[in-house]
């Protein structure tokens, strides 16, 4: 199993501001995904992280908005820029070790934004 | 993907058996299920996979017809703990490390 430890747990940030999340991975892991979950909602996948590439974004995600970092194979970052409320969600990320089982999660970090 | 369509919300008591079922009417010949549990303010759990018939763990079972246009996830005697979100996902394995698409899950609300 992975073991993904995310941080910060929480923040309360104020509007205009950006946040940056990080996530370590206890294994080297070719691919991370982060994912956004607004309250009561399911998860949405923002972004596919690579070594070494550049982050591939789904549809309504922008890279200006949620710059990526990866600059190993067990650690990255993802930044919320210029903060509003409607930002105010979960963000999660995860991973799998290998191609046929499990994905892995963080525990999630729950952003508010005032 | 295949879409996924669950009950939003399931009520159960202690000690009862919870069987929750997913339709996926448009599942390819390579698609495996899987189940998925989270908890409040945690990250999604992978519970049990499988392709057709029965698979059982230490945790639940599932339950996949000939057809497999639909699944059942069995949790046997749920206890409060059980109260969760689950997740019926589908999608081929050996496709490489690929994002989980996730369909609006079912919260299970276990009541003493």
């Known amino acids: 199993s992975a073991v993904i430890s995310q941080k910060p747990s929480r923040d309360i940030c104020q509007r205009g501001t950006s946040l940056t999340i990080q996530c370590q991975v206890d294994?080297?892991?070719?691919?991370m995904f982060w994912y956004r979950q607004q309250p009561g909602q399911s998860l949405t996948l923002i972004a596919t992280?690579?070594?070494?590439?550049?982050?591939?974004?789904e549809s309504g995600f922008v890279i200006d908005k949620f710059p990526i970092s990866r600059p190993n194979l067990t650690f990255s970052t993802l930044t919320v820029s210029n903060m509003s409320p409607e930002d105010s969600s979960i963000y999660l990320c995860?991973?799998?070790?290998?191609?046929?089982?499990?994905?892995?999660f963080g525990q999630g970090t729950r952003l508010t934004v005032v | 993907l295949a879409k996924t369509t669950q009950p939003i919300s399931m009520d159960s008591y202690e000690g009862q058996e919870v069987n929750i079922t997913c339709s996926h009417n448009?599942?390819?010949?390579?698609?495996?299920i899987t189940w998925y549990q989270q908890f409040p303010s945690q990250g999604p759990r992978f519970i049990i996979q499988?392709?057709?018939t029965k698979v059982t763990n230490e945790v639940a079972s599932l339950f996949i017809p000939a057809d497999r246009k639909s699944s059942t996830l069995s949790l046997p005697r749920v206890s409060l703990s059980d109260t969760a979100v689950y997740y019926c996902?589908?999608?081929?394995?050996?496709?490489?490390?690929?994002?989980?698409?996730f369909g609006s899950g079912t919260r299970l609300q276990v009541q003493p």
């Open positions: 995860s991973d799998s070790l290998q191609m046929n089982t499990e994905a892995f």
């Open positions: 294994s080297q892991v070719t691919m």
């Open positions: 992280a690579n070594q070494g590439s550049e982050a591939t974004y």
């Open positions: 448009n599942i390819a010949t390579n698609d495996y």
């Open positions: 499988g392709y057709k």
């Open positions: 996902l589908v999608g081929p394995l050996g496709a490489g490390r690929r994002a989980l698409t």
